[in-house]
T-cell receptor
Framework: KAGVTQTPRYLIKTRGQQVTLSCSPI?????VSWYQQTPGQGLQFLFE???????NKGNFPGRFSGRQFSNSRSEMNVSTLELGDSALYLC???????????FGQGTRLTVV | KNQVEQSPQSLIILEGKNCTLQ??????????LRWYKQDTGRGPVSLTI?????NTKSNGRYTATLDADTKQSSLHITASQLSDSASYIC????????????FGAGTQVVVTP
């Protein structure tokens, strides 16, 4: 069974630009959550989607948004990028109701 | 204030030695606690899950303990190997309707030959 796939693996953007990250969950997993990981803050929860609806949301500004498609694939968008948005963005999928989340390799975003 | 505190922040141990990582939480209501291992540049991988009624659970050389009364958990690594070098993250789940997760900042373990 294929794992969680995130694309791209690495990304360099300039301040003010926007970026879209993609996450394909494990087959059969309908819940997808997104996390930002920085050395100073650790893992921080962005949002979770299930059945194309956002179910949970962390404390991030509105520049961070996401969506989920009918095939459970999810995208995360960050608009008006700031230097502080440089981080590893991780996506995790799980069976809704099951507590074990399986993480992807992450997308390393660098904002210059 | 983070509701999940991990200590130490980092540690260096010699190959073959044992070490213990700590996780203290104030998350309530409590559902379960997981330990994840994250290799550099990779996503976290679950090691163990502990529910309220469980005190100890092992996964190979990894043994997790939970004291739900004091809200403390530990992860013990026995006979460390170079491949144990990673960040270990404690994650606590609440029992509210959407099952939110609270993450610790992680303990960075470096095993040296």
């Amino acid at each position: 069974k294929a794992g969680v796939t995130q694309t791209p693996r690495y990304l360099i953007k300039t301040r003010g630009q926007q970026v879209t990250l993609s996450c394909s969950p494990i087959s059969g997993h309908r819940s997808v959550s997104w996390y930002q990981q920085t050395p100073g803050q650790g893992l921080q929860f962005l949002f979770e989607y299930f059945s194309e609806t956002q179910r949970n949301k962390g404390n991030f500004p509105g520049r961070f948004s996401g969506r989920q498609f009918s095939n459970s694939r999810s995208e995360m968008n960050v608009s008006t990028l700031e230097l502080g948005d440089s981080a590893l963005y991780l996506c995790a999928s799980r069976v809704w109701g099951n507590t074990e989340a399986f993480f992807g390799q992450g997308t390393r975003l660098t904002v210059v | 204030k983070n509701q999940v505190e991990q200590s130490p922040q980092s540690l260096i141990i010699l190959e073959g030695k044992n070490c213990t990582l700590q996780c203290n939480y104030t998350v309530s209501p409590f559902s379960n606690l997981r330990w994840y291992k994250q290799d550099t540049g990779r996503g976290p991988v679950s090691l163990t899950i502990m529910t309220f009624s469980e005190n100890t659970k092992s996964n190979g050389r990894y043994t997790a303990t939970l004291d739900a009364d004091t809200k403390q958990s530990s992860l013990h690594i026995t006979a460390s190997q170079l491949s144990d070098s990673a960040s270990y993250i404690c994650v606590v789940r609440t029992t509210d309707s959407w099952g939110k997760f609270q993450f610790g900042a992680g303990t960075q373990v470096v095993v040296t030959p």
